[in-house]
Nanobody
Framework: QVRLVESGGGLVQAGGSLRLSCAAS????????MGWFRQAPGKEREFVAA???????YYADSVKGRFTISRDNAKNTVYLQMNSLKSEDTAIYYC????????????????????WGQGTQVTVSS
């Protein structure tokens, strides 16, 4: 079992930066692929970034070059550094854990990924 708790969201002006953190409980954190999704009001859940156990990373085209996902297995934590934020980045951001990056990236519903955090709000003002 893995429990995920996100933090670091908030209000920021366009062009600014935020760093989200996702703290995971459970001894098998290092064996899990981790990812970030977001959901804006009235929109579908959107894949943002994922990282496998050896820190190979994957990004949605919409955030490539602006966001960086990383993990610290010693701290059971995954991070999402968000730079050059835009108003369209406004959403609730969710941390996810799964067996593989592919399971996370290609999931078509919430139920296809086994573990989720409660979400953290990111609001970018223009």
């Amino acid at each position: 079992q893995v429990r995920l708790v996100e933090s670091g969201g908030g209000l920021v002006q366009a062009g600014g930066s935020l760093r989200l953190s996702c703290a995971a409980s459970g001894r098998t954190f290092s064996n899990h692929a981790m990812g970030w999704f977001r959901q804006a009001p009235g929109k579908e859940r959107e894949f943002v970034a994922a990282i496998n156990w050896s820190s190979v990373t994957y990004y949605a085209d919409s955030v490539k070059g602006r966001f960086t996902i990383s993990r610290d297995n010693a701290k059971n934590t995954v991070y999402l550094q968000m730079n050059s934020l835009k108003s369209e980045d406004t959403a609730i951001y969710y941390c996810a854990a799964g067996r593989t990056v592919q399971q996370i990236m290609y999931s078509r519903s919430w139920h296809e990924v086994p573990y989720w955090g409660q979400g953290t709000q990111v609001t970018v003002s223009s």
